[in-house]
Nanobody
């Protein structure tokens, strides 16, 4: 079993930056593709970014490409989402999730989820 705990959310002004962290328990983390998703009020959960188990291939949604970067520190069992040039439309609850390879962008493909962390971007 894998447990995921997100941190790093908060309130930031438009144009600012935040770094989200997701720390996993369990050695299985090292075999997992990890993804970040977000869900705004009244909207469906949407894909943000994902990284393969090896820390190699990454994928980002078009809406965040060039602004957000996903990375992972395998010895620390942690995956990060660096968010720069934040916009009000980035406001959402951000979730990290894990699954065995291959890398996928659909939320229903992921087996393990964190509790979410709120990100609010003010204009």
């Amino acid at each position: 079993q894998v447990q995921l705990v997100e941190s790093g959310g908060g309130l930031v002004q438009a144009g600012g930056s935040l770094r989200l962290s997701c720390t996993a328990s369990g050695r299985a983390f090292r075999s997992f593709t990890m993804g970040w998703f977000r869900q705004a009020p009244g909207k469906e959960r949407e894909f943000v970014a994902a990284i393969s188990w090896s820390g190699g291939p990454t994928v980002c949604a078009d809406s965040v490409k060039g602004r957000f970067t996903i990375s992972r520190d395998i010895p620390k069992n942690t995956v990060y989402l660096q968010m720069n040039s934040l916009k009000p439309e980035d406001t959402a609850v951000y979730y990290c999730a894990g699954k065995l390879d291959p890398l996928m962008t659909t939320p229903w493909s992921y087996n393990f989820w964190g509790q979410g962390t709120q990100v609010t971007v003010s204009s």
